[in-house]
T-cell receptor, first 116, second 114 residues
Framework: DSGVTQTPKHLITATGQRVTLRCSPR?????VYWYQQSLDQGLQFLIQ???????AKGNILERFSAQQFPDLHSELNLSSLELGDSALYFC???????????????FGEGSWLTVV | AQTVTQSQPEMSVQEAETVTLSCTYD???????LFWYKQPPSRQMILVIR??????QNATENRFSVNFQKAAKSFSLKISDSQLGDAAMYFC???????????FGTGTSLTVIP
């Protein structure tokens, strides 16, 4: 158990719909990262937040948005969904701030999104 | 931006044998961290091993060890006594010591042959 919690684990929705994926980072971690992994693909970095502020943005579509709340949990919002958005969405966290473990990124189990 | 290259999309190894997965990276920084992550069929991302660039000693974790060549910007993963449960996708990753951004390679799919 990495300590990163993602909900829901599985989600099936129709094209054109909007979904929200939720992530609770490890206790004390200030950074949250979102990644997209399509079938048989590598990890595509979407966006990173640090202590509530956007820190880095990757290949995130305009239809997607994210935020990190004061309690450090994060949400990834996906709207106007298309078939190609079907993927495994990972949340990860880092920056516990003490010792070497503070420099490591830990992943949640992912949220499987299927768009039909 | 830093880049991480895994030139072996697929590798295979006989059970109980040793296999080495390659990773190279491009950076102008002197202080950074390197990682190997394992992604089994369950798709969970699991940290295998971590190396700090300032440490000359290669990291080891049980049957997993790395060969860190800082000058060559190479960070290979050696798996000894391969087991069926080692079959997975392996990702190499880089993190600057000065930022909390991570860069991942494209992965190497490892098959373990019984």
């Amino acid at each position: 158990d990495s300590g990163v919690t993602q909900t829901p684990k599985h989600l099936i929705t129709a094209t054109g719909q909007r979904v929200t994926l939720r992530c609770s980072p490890r206790s004390g971690d200030l950074s949250v990262y979102w990644y997209q992994q399509s079938l048989d693909q590598g990890l595509q970095f979407l966006i990173q937040y640090y202590n509530g502020e956007e820190r880095a943005k990757g290949n995130i579509l305009e239809r997607f948005s994210a935020q990190q709340f004061p309690d450090l949990h994060s949400e990834l919002n996906l709207s106007s969904l298309e078939l190609g958005d079907s993927a495994l969405y990972f949340c990860a966290s880092s920056e516990r701030g003490t010792g070497d473990s503070g420099n490591t990124i830990y992943f949640g189990e992912g949220s499987w999104l299927t768009v039909v | 931006a830093q880049t991480v290259t895994q030139s072996q999309p697929e590798m295979s190894v006989q059970e109980a044998e040793t296999v080495t997965l390659s990773c190279t990276y491009d950076t102008s920084e002197s202080d950074y961290y390197l990682f190997w992550y394992k992604q089994p069929p369950s798709r969970q991302m699991i940290l295998v091993i971590r190396q700090e660039a300032y440490k000359q000693q290669n990291a080891t974790e049980n049957r997993f060890s790395v060969n860190f060549q800082k000058a060559a910007k190479s960070f290979s993963l050696k798996i000894s006594d391969s087991q069926l449960g080692d079959a997975a996708m392996y990702f190499c990753a880089y993190r600057s010591a000065w930022s909390n951004q991570f860069y991942f390679g494209t992965g190497t799919s490892l098959t373990v042959i019984p």
